[in-house]
């Protein structure tokens, strides 16, 4: 299996403009988790999926931020308009159902917003 | 008080010291804890998970768990210098699925 896949590897983008993160899920794994990581706060959960409903958006740090899981084998996170302190790493990790706590993560996207 | 702490470290070993990483939770319900580790750069990958009060041991990994004090530690016997990365401490929320992680402690361990 290829694990799961994140892109792109690398965002660089200016303050206001539209970013769209993708991610492919493992084969077979129903729940699907968005995180955000940084020196000053950790990783930090934005929102999971199960069977591609939206179960908790509590982290979702604003308006700005949405994410959807039209299929079983593709999510998107998008920020419009990005700022500054979007910056950050972007992780999607993926689980089966029931073993939430074993995530597999992708090997994240990293974010600049200048 | 953040959910879960730990201490940022780094925590410095020589080789084939034991490394001991310390980890504690807020939520006094909470049942399941993991250890993930993140080398740099990369992404996190769960190395233990715990459930039970006392020990469980997984090659040079031991978990330790005291629910009563609230309290998860990683012990790494035998460090070696690729141990060398950050370990994020994970509780499973309870009632929920979702994990919440420690900011992590950074590991460095000296040839």
């Known amino acids: 299996d290829a694990g799961v896949i994140q892109s792109p590897r690398h965002e660089v983008t200016e303050m206001g403009q539209e970013v769209t993160l993708r991610c492919k899920p493992i084969s077979g794994h129903n729940s699907l988790f968005w995180y955000r990581q940084t020196m000053m706060r950790g990783l930090e959960l934005l929102i999971y999926f199960n069977n591609n409903v939206p179960i908790d958006d509590s982290g979702m740090p604003e308006d700005r931020f949405s994410a959807k899981m039209p299929n079983a084998s593709f999510s998107t996170l998008k920020i419009q308009p990005s700022e500054p302190r979007d910056s950050a790493v972007y992780f999607c990790?993926?689980?089966?159902?029931?073993?939430?706590?074993?995530?597999?993560f992708g090997p994240g996207t990293r974010l600049t917003v200048t | 008080q953040k959910e879960v702490e730990q201490n940022s470290g780094p925590l410095s070993v020589p080789e084939g010291a034991i490394a001991s990483l310390n980890c504690t939770y807020s939520?006094?319900?909470?049942?399941?804890f993991f250890w993930y580790r993140q080398y740099s750069g990369k992404s996190p990958e769960l190395i233990m998970f715990i459930y039970s009060n006392g020990d469980k041991e997984d090659g040079r990994f031991t978990a330790q768990l005291n629910k009563a004090s609230q309290y998860v530690s990683l012990l790494i016997r035998d460090s070696q210098p690729s141990d060398s990365a950050t370990y994020l401490c994970a509780v499973l929320n309870t009632g929920f699925q979702k994990l919440v992680f420690g900011t992590g402690t950074r590991l460095l361990v000296s040839p």
């Open positions: 939520d006094r319900g909470s049942q399941s």
């Open positions: 990790a993926s689980s089966p159902f029931d073993r939430g706590y074993e995530q597999y």
